[in-house]
């Protein structure tokens, strides 16, 4: 059972250059969510997804893009790199919101923007 | 809105010393608590959480969390640390309704010296 896998795990971009990092979960959970973690800050939600082809904004959503076409992948974009948002994303799923249900976390993309 | 501060961003101790990582919440509605561990180069792991009823919380590597409402403090204690307890611990809300958003601490970095 693999849980949330995230790919790639390591990448280093050229400013202006675009990526798109890959969330995959095999729990059939219907949320999905995209988490930068930056030194001293903990983790900032950046967008996330309440079912298949849905999408909503969190909290620092600017320079990112995000895709839900399938239940079980869920994707984030960025289309220009800027060197502020090298950090580390994490990407977490849970069976759905409300009642506290737990949320999983993958282990982590570190992504560097130069 | 909520938010979430952790007031130390490490603790030190010794092995098998008393520990208490404290957290404090701001929200204008009902939420949910939790705590979870981080350890390194990995993502995060759930330790514990309040939903409701009995104020206490235990883990099953002997930590505990108790929900004080009125000072809106969810403190992490353990009696005796481990040198495997050492990673990075981040306290996080959730609205206890909608899409569960995860509104995180800034982290506290437990270091455990033998």
């Known amino acids: 059972n693999a849980g949330v896998t995230q790919t790639p795990k390591f990448r280093v971009l050229k400013t202006g250059q675009s990526m798109t990092l890959l969330c995959a979960q095999d729990?059939?959970?219907?949320?999905m969510y995209w988490y930068r973690q930056d030194p001293g800050m903990g983790l900032r939600l950046i967008h996330y997804?309440?079912?298949?082809?849905?999408?909503a904004k969190g909290e620092v959503p600017d320079g990112y893009n995000v895709s839900r076409l399938k239940k079980q992948n869920f994707l984030l974009g960025l289309e220009s790199a800027a060197p502020s948002q090298t950090s580390v994303y994490f990407c977490?799923?849970?069976?759905?919101?409300?009642?506290?249900?737990?949320?999983?976390f993958g282990e982590g993309s570190w992504l560097t923007v130069v | 809105a909520q938010s979430v501060t952790q007031l130390d961003s490490q603790v030190p101790v010794f092995e098998e010393a008393p520990v208490e990582l404290r957290c404090n919440y701001s929200?204008?509605?009902?939420?949910?608590l939790f705590w979870y561990v981080q350890y390194p180069n990995q993502g995060l792991q759930l330790l514990l959480k309040?939903?409701?009823?009995?104020?206490l919380v235990e883990s099953i590597n002997g930590f505990e969390a108790e929900f004080n409402k009125s000072q809106t403090s969810f403190h992490l204690r353990k009696p005796s640390v481990h040198i495997s307890d050492t990673a990075e611990y981040f306290c996080?809300?959730?609205?206890?309704?909608?899409?569960?958003?995860?509104?995180f601490g800034q982290g506290t970095r437990l270091t455990i010296n033998p």
């Open positions: 929200s204008s509605v009902s939420v949910y």
């Open positions: 309040y939903l409701s009823g009995s104020t």
């Open positions: 996080a809300v959730s609205d206890i309704q909608g899409a569960q958003k995860l509104v």
């Open positions: 997804s309440v079912g298949e082809g849905t999408t």
């Open positions: 729990m059939n959970h219907e949320y």
């Open positions: 977490a799923s849970s069976l759905s919101g409300g009642s506290g249900n737990t949320i999983y």
